[in-house]
């Protein structure tokens, strides 16, 4: 079973900058449309970006122009570069699949942004 493992979490002022990497241990994840959540204190999980198989990208809409996801299948990892952090942007990123079924969640990297 494909597993995932986030990392790239921190502590950032607002307007900083953090990389975010998603590590899956089977290439069969490079196939995957894939997407980054964000569980914010005290809220359900969204979407925040997604990025199919082929690198088509989108974005929810108050992350366009912030953030950018990308991947390397060569790791089989994918990335969210995130610039321009706000506060409203704190929470536990996760990494899975943006369709059914979902494979199990990782621990999520924790992003914490100080105004």
């Known amino acids: 079973q494909v597993q995932l493992a986030e990392s790239g979490g921190g502590l950032v002022q607002a307007g900083g900058s953090l990389r975010l990497s998603c590590a899956a241990s089977?290439?069969?994840?490079?196939?995957?449309?894939v997407a980054w959540y964000l569980q914010a204190p005290g809220k359900q999980r969204e979407m925040v970006a997604i990025?199919?198989?082929?690198?088509?990208?989108n974005y929810e809409e108050s992350v366009k122009g912030r953030f950018t996801i990308s991947r390397d299948n060569a790791k089989s990892t994918v990335y969210l570069q995130m610039n321009s952090l706000k506060s409203e942007d704190t929470g536990v990123y996760y990494c899975?699949?943006?369709?059914?079924?979902?494979?199990?969640w990782g621990q999520g990297t924790q992003v914490t942004v100080s105004s």
């Open positions: 899975n699949t943006w369709h059914a079924p979902k494979i199990p």
């Open positions: 089977q290439s069969i994840f490079n196939l995957y449309t």
């Open positions: 990025i199919n198989g082929g690198g088509g990208t």
